[in-house]
């Protein structure tokens, strides 16, 4: 069964960058039919999906947050790590990884979610 768990700081200040990495165990990060998200939730708000890295090594950033957004990999370790540059205190949210199936269109499984405050 795949496992995922974030980790990272969970303070950052104003405009500077915020980086998680969300480390797999139990499946491969490159096989198919399967993709990793990076969703956050804001407090009092729903969730919002930040990007996604496929199998291949692709990635596709959500529009209002894309000129920001760095999705990358490391194969070696089944790790991929999301980075969030010139953040504002409306990037505060719980983020979490997940794994998506392509053949469900759905995200299947969920690391726990790690709290990240943006302040100085």
């Known amino acids: 069964q795949v496992q995922l768990q974030e980790s990272g700081p969970g303070l950052v200040n104003p405009s500077q960058t915020l980086s998680l990495t969300c480390t797999v165990s139990?499946?491969?990060?490159?096989?198919?039919?399967?993709?990793w998200s990076w969703i956050r939730q804001p407090p009092g708000k729903g969730l919002e999906r930040v990007g996604n890295?496929?199998?291949?090594?692709?990635?596709y950033y959500m529009p209002s947050l894309k000129s920001r957004t760095s999705i990358s990999r490391d194969t070696s370790k089944n790790q991929f790590t999301l980075q969030l540059s010139s953040v504002t205190p409306e990037d505060t949210a719980v983020y979490y990884c997940?794994?998506?199936?392509?053949?469900?269109?759905?995200?299947?499984?969920w690391g726990q979610g790690t709290s990240v405050t943006v302040s100085s």
């Open positions: 997940a794994r998506g199936d392509h053949n469900q269109r759905a995200w299947d499984s």
């Open positions: 890295i496929y199998s291949s090594g692709s990635t």
């Open positions: 139990g499946g491969s990060i490159t096989t198919n039919p399967y993709y």
